[in-house]
Structures are given as structure tokens and as C-alpha cells.
């Protein structure tokens, strides 16, 4: 094997010595896939790096409730970057029937829920007051929604997923060029 030619003997500067004495000895073919695959990611760790730095900050200085609003701008911004097509961001039109099971699932799962709490007699309706709860419910339900779109959904099943999935076409081997593989 190749680590039993050169054993590694600890601390960063032989470590770093090792891993490109070890890098220049794989055949052309295959240094240029590590190179460009470590290209071809660094758009994506960027956006993740970004996210996670600025949500956590957020949380932590006790914004917790507003702490995904900058993955909406950050989407646009890496979106235009990158300049991702619609249809790479995921934004196209599905068929009706995943629309149906979408909104019948949790309707009838929560339905089912409040039903065994009726019948179990765990319910206290008696103070509520009607209004504000359907307003409440009506405001919460379109907003988290719309927002959980724009902001987890857009950043990562939508931007992410795309840097992942052009990162991975360029750093396909099959992709390098034959002059690179000099």
C-alpha cells in the first residue's frame, strides 16, 4: 500500500508533506478529478459555511424565531451567481395528485389526532375564543408555509441540490478533457 512506503510520523507540515506525496503519485487521470471535484464543490460549501454562520449567530444572539429569513436572500444571491435555470431550482410544476396527498396528509392526520383527543374527552373548548383562533390559524398556516417555501426549501432543495448536482456533472471523471490528462 502506499502508507506503508512512507508511514506517517504526526504534526501538520509531515502530514501535508505525506498527502501530496501521496496526491503526485496517482495517475494523471485521477488527480485531475480530485482537483476539479475540489473546484466544482466550493460554491456549495461557500452557501452551506454562509447559512450555518449566519443562522447560528442568529440564534444565538436571541433572534431564534427569525433565524431562517437570510436564506432567502442568500438563495437569490447564489442563485444569480450561479445563474441556475428555474427548472435546476426545482421551480416547476408537479402533477395534481402529489398536490392532494401534500395537503390531505397532515389534514387528516391532525384530523385524526383531534378526534382521538375529542372522544378521549382531553378538549376544554369552552374558553376559547373562535375568531382569534381561525385568524390565528389562517395567518400562521399561510405565512409558515410560504416562508418555509422561500426559505429551507429554495436554499436547500433548491440552490443546494442544484450546486451538488453541477458539481457532481464537473467533477465526473469521464468529463476530463484529454489535454488535461497529461
Given at each position: 500500500?502506499l502508507?506503508?512506503?512512507?508511514?506517517?510520523?504526526?504534526g501538520?507540515?509531515?502530514?501535508?508533506l505525506l498527502?501530496q506525496?501521496?496526491?503526485?503519485?496517482?495517475p494523471p487521470?485521477?488527480?485531475y478529478?480530485?482537483?476539479?471535484?475540489?473546484?466544482s464543490f466550493?460554491?456549495a460549501?461557500?452557501?452551506?459555511?454562509?447559512?450555518?454562520?449566519?443562522?447560528?449567530?442568529m440564534?444565538?444572539?436571541?433572534y431564534?424565531?427569525?433565524?431562517?429569513?437570510?436564506?432567502?436572500?442568500l438563495?437569490a444571491?447564489?442563485?444569480?451567481l450561479q445563474k441556475f435555470?428555474?427548472?435546476?431550482?426545482?421551480?416547476?410544476?408537479?402533477?395534481?395528485?402529489?398536490?392532494v396527498v401534500a395537503?390531505?396528509?397532515?389534514?387528516?392526520v391532525?384530523g385524526?389526532i383531534?378526534?382521538?383527543?375529542?372522544?378521549?374527552g382531553?378538549?376544554?373548548?369552552?374558553g376559547a375564543?373562535?375568531n382569534?383562533?381561525f385568524?390565528?390559524?389562517?395567518?400562521?398556516s399561510?405565512t409558515?408555509?410560504?416562508?418555509?417555501i422561500?426559505?429551507?426549501?429554495?436554499?436547500?432543495?433548491?440552490?443546494?441540490?442544484?450546486?451538488?448536482?453541477r458539481?457532481?456533472r464537473?467533477s465526473?471523471?469521464?468529463?476530463?478533457?484529454p489535454?488535461?490528462?497529461k
Amino acid at each position: 500500500m502506499l502508507l506503508e512506503r512512507r508511514p506517517y510520523v504526526g504534526g501538520s507540515r509531515q502530514a501535508r508533506l505525506l498527502n501530496q506525496s501521496l496526491f503526485h503519485m496517482l495517475p494523471p487521470r485521477e488527480r485531475y478529478t480530485l482537483y476539479a471535484m475540489n473546484r466544482s464543490f466550493r460554491p456549495a460549501l461557500i452557501g452551506v459555511i454562509a447559512a450555518i454562520a449566519i443562522t447560528t449567530s442568529m440564534d444565538a444572539s436571541g433572534y431564534t424565531t427569525f433565524s431562517a429569513l437570510p436564506l432567502l436572500p442568500l438563495t437569490a444571491i447564489f442563485w444569480y451567481l450561479q445563474k441556475f435555470s428555474r427548472q435546476e431550482m426545482g421551480l416547476t410544476w408537479g402533477n395534481q395528485q402529489s398536490y392532494v396527498v401534500a395537503v390531505a396528509y397532515p389534514v387528516i392526520v391532525l384530523g385524526l389526532i383531534a378526534g382521538f383527543a375529542l372522544a378521549a374527552g382531553a378538549t376544554d373548548t369552552s374558553g376559547a375564543d373562535w375568531n382569534k383562533t381561525f385568524l390565528n390559524i389562517a395567518l400562521m398556516s399561510s405565512t409558515g408555509v410560504l416562508m418555509g417555501i422561500l426559505t429551507e426549501e429554495g436554499f436547500f432543495r433548491g440552490w443546494l441540490w442544484a450546486a451538488l448536482r453541477r458539481a457532481a456533472r464537473t467533477s465526473d471523471p469521464r468529463d476530463v478533457p484529454p489535454s488535461r490528462m497529461k
